[in-house]
């Protein structure tokens, strides 16, 4: 999945894939910056089964929290985003 911000993120992608996803019906692998832009970046989910998966981008969390999606300027992401993956077993 590829996570296109609109700003550069000031934590790691690995903070970022370990700890500012929440996933239903998987798990984040992996996460890297894309052309070393620091708000651009690849995640790898693995589905655990083939039915819907969910993944959230957890937002509203204070930039000192761990895995708080901020900007390198301090400001937090407001709300949350969550993408469902149709799987091929409904």
């Not at 999945?1 to 992996?30: N, Q």
């Not at 937002?59 to 999606?69: M, N, S, T, Y």
């Amino acid at each position: 999945m590829r996570i296109s911000l609109s700003e550069p993120i000031s934590i790691s992608y690995k903070t970022f894939g370990d700890h500012s996803f929440r996933v239903s019906g998987g798990a984040v692998t992996s996460a890297k910056r894309v052309d070393g832009r620091n708000g651009l970046g690849d995640i790898a989910i693995k589905p655990g089964s083939r039915r819907d998966l969910a993944v959230t981008i957890i937002g509203d969390r204070p930039c000192d929290q761990d895995g708080a999606v901020c900007t390198q300027a301090g400001k937090e992401l407001d709300g949350k985003l969550t993408v469902v993956i149709e799987g091929t077993d409904g």
